[in-house]
């Protein structure tokens, strides 16, 4: 029986509030539903327009944890925008699905689409870390339906920004090794998260190959509107 979403379900959903197994099931279900995922996206767009029209006064700002720490409006971001695409991430729910046969669904659908992809990180646990990698890897070995490499941007920002930092990386040597084996494979640091840094004192100098883009937002939105498939880890 299918269950009935309420949109405060999909709030505690946009807000990064769901334990793993209800979001799995919650991506399920928008996956299945146009009209499900429309909603989600309605609501997302609303919190972006509210955000907007009433930014954080000084003193939250003042108050809020600073440095690499993802607003939550983003990690909205990313969630959204994968049900918008209907993509389901396997890592988002760790033993819900298949994760191998996942990635080949996934892989599938972006040769369809024209062989472009966009992955995001946005934290630094290894784990995380790793499977990003690991994807990043396995998509620029892939090519599209007329035998061209995917094209593939890595965008990294939050905690994730770490992965891409000399001397704060703990996968450097891999990171420099895929920059040189795949021309296809474009690695991207949020430079709002490098002000960050920056303000704390804390200077950041990105590894060989690293491009920055003004924000990792505006250079998702870009992307998508691009056609773009969006997978985040």
């Not at 972006?48 to 809020?64: E, F, I, T, W």
């Not at 094209?151 to 939050?158: L, S």
């Not at 450097?172 to 991207?188: C, F, G, M, P, S």
Request: charged share 25%.
């Amino acid at each position: 029986m299918k269950r009935e979403i309420s949109d405060e379900i999909l709030c505690a959903h946009i807000d990064n509030e769901l334990d793993p197994a209800d979001r799995a099931q919650l991506l399920e279900q928008i996956a299945a539903d146009p009209q499900l995922r429309g909603r989600a996206c309605e609501l997302w767009q609303l919190k972006q327009m509210v955000r907007g029209a009433y930014p954080l006064p000084a003193a939250a700002k003042a108050a809020a944890p600073r440095g690499l720490a993802a607003p939550r409006w983003l990690h909205a971001l990313a969630a959204t925008l994968l049900l918008a695409v209907g993509v389901l991430g396997g890592w988002l729910a760790h033993g819900q699905v298949d994760e191998e046969r996942l990635m080949l669904s996934q892989i599938e659908t972006i040769r369809t689409e024209g062989g472009r992809v966009v992955l995001h990180l946005f934290s630094d646990e290894p784990a995380r870390m790793e499977t990003a990698l690991k994807t990043a890897e396995r998509l620029a070995r892939e090519r599209d339906k007329t035998g061209r490499p995917f094209r593939v941007e890595f965008i990294a920002n939050g905690p994730g920004l770490h992965l891409l930092r000399a001397g704060g990386s703990p996968y450097a040597a891999r990171i420099v090794a895929l920059h040189e084996a795949y021309e296809n494979l474009r690695l991207v640091a949020c430079q709002e998260a490098i002000g960050r840094l920056r303000e704390r004192g804390i200077e950041v100098v990105l590894l060989p190959g690293v491009d920055a883009a003004p924000s990792a937002e505006g250079e998702l939105a870009a992307r998508l509107t691009q056609g773009w498939r969006y997978l985040q880890s």
